[in-house]
Every structure is written in structure tokens, then in C-alpha cells.
């Protein structure tokens, strides 16, 4: 999908259909693709996203993948600033995540949704 703010939304919608056909309640990873969809528009220049979800044995897994080289850092948060913590947040919602650099460059930026979100 191309990287603009109306992907977002669109990244969402499409998790929760995803999600809904597969029988699993989609709120947690709703708020995780919208963080992952507004990372990729914040910070990396890509002019494309893809998103993916995955059934893996330890459960479901929501990817992101972008063109950027760049892996995200939780930093901690300015207190006064606007931004900053949805990595934070990320990790707080999802079993696990992580980003892992592709072989054609970009990388993938993953989270394995909790169970009660699946």
C-alpha cells in the first residue's frame, strides 16, 4: 500500500476483516498495526508498506515490512514530548516483538499478538 495517512486506517480495516474471518477478536491488533503503519510514515521514507498476518505456532503475528534499513529503538520518552512511546506501548500489548533487516534491503517489523487477541 502506498505510505500516507489514509493507510492507516486502511491497514486496520484490513487486520480486523483478517482477523474476523479467522475467528479472532481483532482490538489488540488494530492498535498494533496503526503503530507499526504510522512508524513506517513517521520515520522511514518508504512510499510503500506491505502488511502481512501470519498463524505461527506460538499464535498470530501481525508484519509490517517497509524499504528502510533503519531497525526501531525504544528510547525512553520525553515527558513533554507527543510522541515517542508507541514502541513502549507496542511491547506492553503484544507477547513479542521484534525487526529483523531483509535480504533485498528494508526490513520487517513484527509483533506476536497476545492471546486473548486471538
Known amino acids: 500500500m502506498p505510505v500516507r495517512a489514509e493507510s492507516i486506517k ?12 479467522l475467528g479472532q ?9 496503526s503503530e507499526l503503519v504510522t512508524n513506517v510514515l ?13 498463524q505461527v505456532d506460538k499464535g498470530t503475528v501481525v508484519e509490517v515490512f517497509d524499504s ?10 520525553d515527558l513533554m514530548s507527543e510522541g515517542g512511546r508507541g514502541l ?4 506492553a500489548l503484544v507477547k513479542e516483538w521484534g525487526a529483523q ?5 528494508g526490513k520487517a517489523v513484527w509483533a506476536l ?6
Not at 42 to 54: E, F, L
Open 101 to 105: 533487516p531483509l535480504g533485498g534491503g
Open 42 to 54: 513517521r520515520h522511514t521514507g518508504s512510499a510503500t508498506a506491505t502488511v502481512r498476518v501470519v
Open 25 to 33: 477478536d481483532a482490538y489488540v491488533a488494530k492498535v498494533v498495526v
Open 113 to 118: 499478538l497476545p492471546e486473548a487477541a486471538q
Open 10 to 21: 486502511v491497514a486496520r480495516d484490513w487486520v480486523e476483516d483478517v482477523l474476523a474471518r
Open 68 to 77: 528502510c534499513d533503519v531497525l526501531p529503538v525504544t528510547a525512553p520518552a
Open 88 to 91: 513502549a506501548m507496542l511491547g
